[in-house]
């Protein structure tokens, strides 16, 4: 039977997510509702080749995980200003104005121990369905924010500002409700 033959079975939907970045020991994090739009983990694959005469061989090589995006959208009150709570995490990540270098004040620079700890938190990306239960999370290990776009202003149209940020992290686990369990298997968090 086909799947629009059995009206149990549920596609997941692109528009029924919830991003959680709950924000680490020196931040709120961002407010789920401020989320428009979210990349899920991609991985890939090197391959190696090996020549021998008129032949190529391939095998595979490391697994690279790709940098996920984030779009959300800002708003003015301070409670749930993204803006506000992303310059927070950049200076929970370690980043200090270069005000006066010549005391430790001045000295500060981005670590991946408080990126991760202290501004981002663990950041998971839930899957909904319907009845607005979790039917899959994936949880981005040792996440930081790579890149930010603060967004534009413009004259031109009547749109919502948006900020983007690039989160790259380490690897990736994915839970499925009623699947076979965290994969891969060996995955902690």
């Known amino acids: 039977m086909t799947f629009w033959q059995d009206s149990s079975l549920e596609p997941k939907r692109t528009y029924k ?3 959680s970045i709950p924000g680490g020991r020196e931040t709120d994090g961002l407010k789920e509702f401020l989320v428009k739009k979210v990349k899920k983990p991609e991985w890939e694959i090197g391959s190696i080749e090996h020549k021998f005469l008129n032949h190529s061989f391939w095998y595979p090589g490391k697994t690279k995980w790709t940098a996920v995006d984030v779009t959300v959208v800002d708003t003015v009150d301070p409670s749930a200003n993204a803006t506000q709570e992303i310059m ?4 929970a990540s370690g980043y200090r104005e270069p005000e006066n270098p ?3 004040a001045g000295w500060g620079t981005v670590s ?3 990126a991760v700890r202290d501004a981002l938190g663990t950041v998971k990306i839930k899957t909904i369905d319907s009845d607005g239960e979790i039917v899959e999370v994936w949880t981005l290990k040792n996440a930081w ?10 004259y ?8 983007t940020m690039t989160i790259q992290y380490d690897n990736a686990f994915v839970d499925i409700k009623g699947g ?5 298997s060996n995955a902690t968090g």
């Open 17 to 19: 997510f919830i991003l």
């Open 88 to 91: 927070r995490m950049l200076e």
């Open 102 to 104: 010549t005391t430790p």
């Open 112 to 114: 991946k121990s408080k």
């Open 145 to 154: 924010i790579q890149k930010v776009a603060m967004g534009e202003l413009t």
């Open 156 to 163: 031109d149209d009547e749109a919502l500002v948006e900020t």
């Open 180 to 184: 076979r369990g965290i994969i891969p």
